[in-house]
């Protein structure tokens, strides 16, 4: 497939997500009236609704892990065929991340008591960003990745008491402690 095509599809497939968040009465953007291209705090209001926030590093997280797992299982494919494979992952995380299951999850799971969400503007940046970390995967040396993710999970655990690992880990098995330590 043509790296145009992939584009056009790519940028579809964006535009479909946000139609979906939009009619499963996502929010455009911030309901607070504006957008912030960095939320530095997990506190400020609206953190989920802007361009980026601590937990954009989860999401380049998630690039890495998408180029390496759709390059073991589809090697004859182009990059750009991966890159697709990877929006489709991303986008349906979006969907399922803002529909009301795993918004009461991660209330009633996580410290996140009073999320409500991501923005419709947050979301597409999400894949976005996204999309960074799988085409820095696709450039790096593997250990150059490796040491990136660590380095990502650590200074977000540092700032936020947060990151990707303890993320999936309270979403799938809550650990009390965990929690009362980062409620701390």
């Known amino acids: 497939m043509s790296r145009t095509k992939c584009i056009v599809i790519g940028l579809a497939m964006v535009a479909a997500t946000a139609a979906i968040l ?3 009465g ?4 911030c309901d607070c009236g504006y957008v912030l291209l960095w939320t530095p705090a997990d506190d400020v209001a609206g953190s989920s609704q802007h361009i980026a926030d601590w937990y954009t590093l989860s999401h380049i997280i998630h690039g890495f892990i998408f180029y390496w797992v759709l ?28 529909s009301p299951w795993i918004i009461d999850r ?46 990502f999970e650590l200074l977000a655990l540092w700032v936020i008491k947060d990151n990707l690992t303890l993320n999936v880990l ?4 809550p650990v009390e402690a965990i929690k009362v330590w980062q409620g701390g």
């Open 71 to 98: 390059w073991l299982a589809f090697r004859r494919s182009s990059v750009g065929e991966r890159a697709l494979g990877a929006i489709f992952i991303e986008a349906a995380w979006e969907v399922a991340e803002n």
């Open 22 to 24: 939009l009619a499963m």
């Open 170 to 173: 309270m979403l799938v098995y």
């Open 106 to 151: 991660y209330r009633e799971a996580t410290i996140a008591v009073g999320y409500t969400g991501d923005s419709v503007l947050n979301s597409v940046f999400d894949i976005v960003w996204m999309l960074l970390g799988f085409f820095f995967a696709w450039r790096m040396p593997v250990w150059v990745t490796i040491l990136t993710a660590i380095a």
């Open 26 to 29: 996502r929010i455009p953007i």
